[in-house]
C-alpha cells in the first residue's frame, strides 16, 4: 500500500506505511512538548485506535531530535488540554504496538513519551534523559513509575537525580530501550523494526505491568531507603530530589493509577516551591545572557589558533580548554624551563584523563600533537587569537601587550586574562586597541564554565562577537561585563567579602560565617575559598589598591595580620584553618581565633553574637547592593548578568536563582530596609543604590530590566 496523508496538526502529521501509522512530530526547533504537538499525539493514537487499517503505531521525530523537552515558551503560563500524563496514559492504553524511533535528544516529557510506548528503538546520536530536577521538578507525567519498572530502581533514581543525558548504548544496556539502530534514517530503522514485531506476532507490553520492581519487594525498599540517605545528604536543602524519592516509593506501596496521581501531587509542589522559580530563573537567564549588542551587530572573526603567553596554572587551563575545543595551541613562557612546565602543566591534565581510563594514550597524543610551546614571541605571528595569562601586574602586562602588538598579525584578536586590572589602559599599550578585550577565565580554567568578557571602550563589536563565539567553543558560559576594578564578579565580591571582615571583627567567627553561607546553599564560606584560592592573592589586591583607599572607610586588618605570618591557606598548610599533613579539609585554629580577639581590642570593638540568618542578611544586602550598582553603571547589562556571573563563578546556589533574583524573592523593600538598618551603624560602607531606591519607590523589581 502506497503512503497516504492523514490530516493532523501543524505540530504533528500522520502517514499509513501499509498497516502501520507513522506519527511524525514536526515542531521546530527540537520538537518541543507545546499544546499543538500534546494534541496532535493524542489524536493521533486515538485515530489508530479507531482505524482497523492500522496494526501499530511509529512514533518518530522530524529534524534533529525525538522530543526535548517540555516547551519554555510555556512556562507560567495557564496549562492548556491535553495534560502531558493525559498523552501518555492514552500512548500506552493504546491496545496497538505503539513505537517510539528515536533520534536525537529525549528528555523529560520527551523521555516519558518514549517511555509510554510499548517498544523503543534508537539510534546511536539519541541522547536519552529526565532533567527535570534541574528546573526544581521532578518527571510529572510518569517518570518517576515507568523508569523504575524500565530501568531498576536505584540506575532510574540516579539517572532523575543527576538529571545527566544517557547515550544510546548505556541506555540499552539499562533497559531503557530495545534496540539500537544503525544508520541516520529514523523513520527507516523505526519502520524496519515495526515490521519484525508484527512478523513476530508480538503484541502490547506496557511499561506499567513490568514486574521489576515487585520481584524483591524488600530489596526494592532497602534501596530506596539507602537512596533517600544519601539524597538528604547530598542535596543540601533542595526540595525536589527528596520529592523524586517520595514518588518512587509510592510506586512500590501504590497500585499504578494512584501512584500516577501522587506523583502529579508532587509535581504541583514543585511547581509552587520558590526553588522552582529560582531554578527556571536560571534556566533562562543563561540563555539570554549571550544577547549583547555587539554579538547581534557583528560577526565573529575566524579563530582556528590560540596563542597563550604564561604557562602557569592558569596558562596552562586556558590551553586545555583550547585544546579540548579542537583549536591549535601555541604557548609561549620566557626561558626552556619555564615553558617545559608549562607543557608538563597542560600534559598533567590528560595524564589524569589518561589515569582514569577517561582518555586513550593515543588521544592524548593527538591532542598534544596541536600544542607548540616557544620562548619566542614570534611564534605568535600566525595565530588568530592570543590570551595573555602573566602576573597580574599593570606595567608587566603592559610589556606583553607591547610585544604582542609587534609580532601578532593585523586583525588578530588581543586578549587579557586579567582579574582586576584596566583594560583600557592595557589596549593604550597597542597601536591596535581595537582588537583588545578582556577574557576572564576563572581557576581551573578548564574546568569552571564561567568566562567574563570584559569590554574596554576602543574595542570592535566583531571582536566582541569573537569572544563570545570562542566562550561557545570553549563551552563556557559568557558573560558581557564593562571595565572597573574586578568587573562584575570580583568588584562585588571585594564588597560582600568586606561585610563579612566587618562581621568577624565584629564578634562572628570565620568558622560561624563560613557555616551559615554554607547552610544558605554556598559549596563553600568566604573564608574557606580564601584558604582554597591562597590569602597571599587578596593581600596583594589590598595592597595594590591601598593608596586609593579611603581613609574614612573601615578596614579590618585581620588577613593582613594572619598573611604577614606566611599563612596562605591549603598551600601553606594553614590559613584561616588548620590543613595538618595536606588535608583539603581545614580544622578550625584557636592562634587564629587569638589574633582576631587581638584586633578586636585593637580596633576598640566589644564583640557581639550573630545568628546565621543575621549574617546571610548582611552578606546577602551587601552582594545584592553592589550588584545593583554594577547594573546602573554600565558595568553588567542587566540584573540577570550578575545572577549568571554568580551561578557560574562564585557558587551561588542555583536553587536561589543568583544574587538580583534572590532579592526579588525576598522583596527589594526588605533587602532595602536591612541596608537602611546597617547604616545606622557604618553610613559609608551602606550606602543604599540609587538603582535599588528607584525600583522600590516605582513597586518595581530587578527582573523588570532584564529585556534588553
Known amino acids: 500500500m502506497s503512503p497516504s496523508s492523514v490530516p493532523g496538526t501543524a505540530a504533528v502529521c500522520t502517514q499509513h506505511e501499509g498497516d502501520i501509522l507513522v506519527v ?14 500534546r494534541r496532535g499525539l493524542l489524536d493521533a493514537v486515538q485515530q489508530a485506535q479507531a482505524d482497523a487499517r492500522v496494526r501499530a503505531v511509529l512514533i518518530v521525530g522530524a529534524g534533529r531530535a525525538f522530543i526535548a523537552g517540555a516547551d519554555i515558551r510555556e512556562f507560567g503560563k495557564p496549562p492548556l488540554p491535553p495534560s502531558l500524563p493525559e498523552v501518555c496514559n492514552g500512548i500506552e492504553a493504546c491496545t496497538k504496538p505503539v513505537i517510539a524511533a528515536i533520534h536525537g535528544p529525549a528528555l523529560g516529557g520527551g523521555l516519558e513519551i518514549a517511555m509510554s510506548a510499548h517498544y523503543r528503538l534508537a539510534l546511536g546520536d539519541a541522547r536519552l534523559g529526565l532533567p527535570e530536577v534541574q528546573l526544581g521538578l521532578l518527571p510529572g507525567s510518569g517518570g518517576t ?33 530495545d534496540r539500537l539502530a544503525e544508520g541516520s534514517d529514523v523513520r527507516a530503522a523505526g519502520l524496519a523494526y515495526v515490521k519484525e514485531l508484527l512478523s513476530a506476532g508480538v503484541g502490547v507490553r506496557r511499561t506499567r505491568d513490568l514486574d521489576t520492581l515487585f520481584r524483591d519487594k524488600a530489596e526494592s525498599l532497602a534501596t530506596l531507603e539507602a537512596l533517600r540517605s544519601e539524597t538528604a545528604k547530598k542535596s543540601r536543602g533542595l526540595f525536589s530530589p527528596l520529592k523524586v524519592i517520595e514518588a518512587v516509593q509510592a510506586g512500590l506501596d501504590l497500585p499504578f493509577d494512584e501512584a500516577l496521581k501522587f506523583e502529579r501531587q508532587l509535581f504541583l509542589q514543585c511547581i509552587d516551591s520558590p526553588q522552582r522559580a529560582g531554578l527556571i530563573h536560571a534556566f533562562f537567564a543563561e540563555r539570554e545572557v549571550v544577547k549583547v549588542p555587539e554579538a547581534q551587530a557583528a560577526k565573529p572573526r575566524a579563530i582556528a589558533s590560540v596563542g597563550v603567553v604564561g604557562g602557569g596554572t592558569m596558562g596552562a587551563g586556558i590551553a586545555v580548554s583550547a585544546l579540548d575545543a579542537g583549536l591549535s595551541v601555541t604557548m609561549v613562557e620566557r626561558d626552556d624551563a619555564s615553558i617545559a612546565r608549562g607543557r608538563a602543566n597542560v600534559e598533567k591534565v590528560y595524564d589524569g584523563l589518561v589515569a582514569k581510563g577517561r582518555m586513550t594514550p593515543e588521544a592524548k597524543a593527538a591532542v598534544m600533537a596541536r600544542y607548540t610551546g616557544s620562548t619566542q614571541y614570534e611564534a605568535l605571528a600566525p595565530v588568530d587569537l592570543v590570551i595573555e595569562a602573566v602576573f597580574e601586574d599593570l606595567a608587566v602586562k603592559q610589556a606583553v601587550f607591547a610585544e604582542l602588538d609587534r609580532v601578532c598579525k593585523p586583525g588578530a584578536v588581543l586578549a587579557t586574562n586579567t582579574s582586576y586590572l584596566d583594560i583600557d589602559a592595557i589596549a593604550a599599550s597597542t597601536s591596535r586597541p581595537q582588537d583588545v578585550i578582556g577574557l576572564h577565565f576563572f581557576s581551573p580554567a578548564n574546568i569552571m564554565k564561567l568566562l567574563e568578557i570584559v569590554v574596554p571602550a576602543k574595542v570592535s563589536a566583531d571582536v566582541v562577537a569573537t569572544a563570545f563565539e570562542l566562550a561557545r567553543k570553549l563551552k563556557k558560559v559568557a558573560v558581557r561585563a564593562g571595565v572597573c576594578d574586578g568587573f562584575i564578579g570580583n568588584r562585588i ?4 567579602r568586606a561585610a563579612a571582615d566587618h562581621m568577624m571583627e565584629d564578634g562572628a ?3 560561624e560565617i563560613d557555616a551559615a553561607v554554607r547552610d544558605f546553599g554556598y559549596p563553600m564560606g568566604p573564608f574557606q575559598v580564601s ?3 591562597g590569602g597571599d592573592i587578596g593581600w596583594a589586591t589590598r595592597k595594590r589598591r591601598a593608596p586609593t583607599r579611603d581613609p574614612k572607610a573601615r578596614y579590618v586588618q585581620i588577613a593582613d595580620r594572619i598573611c604577614e605570618r606566611g599563612w596562605f591557606g591549603q598551600k601553606t598548610g594553614r590559613g584561616y584553618y588548620l590543613y595538618p599533613q595536606g588535608a583539603r579539609t581545614g580544622q578550625p585554629d584557636p592562634e587564629v581565633l587569638a589574633i582576631i580577639d587581638a584586633e578586636r581590642q585593637r580596633a576598640g570593638i566589644t564583640p557581639r553574637t550573630f545568628t546565621p540568618e543575621e549574617i546571610m542578611r548582611r552578606y546577602m544586602a551587601a552582594m545584592v547592593n553592589e550588584g545593583a550598582n554594577v547594573v546602573a553603571q554600565g558595568i553588567a547589562l542587566r540584573p540577570l548578568d550578575v545572577d549568571v556571573t554568580f551561578l557560574y563563578g562564585y557558587g551561588f546556589p542555583r536553587h536561589r536563582g543568583g544574587p538580583m533574583k534572590y532579592a526579588d524573592m525576598v522583596g527589594l523593600d526588605k533587602v532595602l530596609d536591612d541596608i537602611r538598618e546597617f547604616a545606622k551603624e557604618d553610613p559609608l560602607f551602606w550606602k543604599p543604590s540609587p538603582l535599588l531606591e528607584r525600583l522600590v519607590a516605582e513597586g518595581k523589581n530587578f527582573d523588570s530590566l532584564n529585556r534588553l
Open 24 to 37: 511524525t512530530i514536526d515542531h521546530p526547533p527540537v520538537n518541543a512538548l507545546n499544546v499543538d504537538v
Open 531 to 533: 584558604d582554597l584560592a
Open 509 to 511: 567567627s570565620p568558622y
Open 493 to 496: 565580591l571585594a564588597v560582600y
Open 145 to 177: 513509575q515507568r523508569a523504575p519498572r524500565l530501568m531498576g530502581l536505584r540506575p532510574a533514581v540516579e539517572l532523575m537525580l543527576s538529571g545527566r543525558h544517557m547515550g544510546a548504548r548505556e541506555a540499552l544496556g539499562a533497559g531503557l530501550i
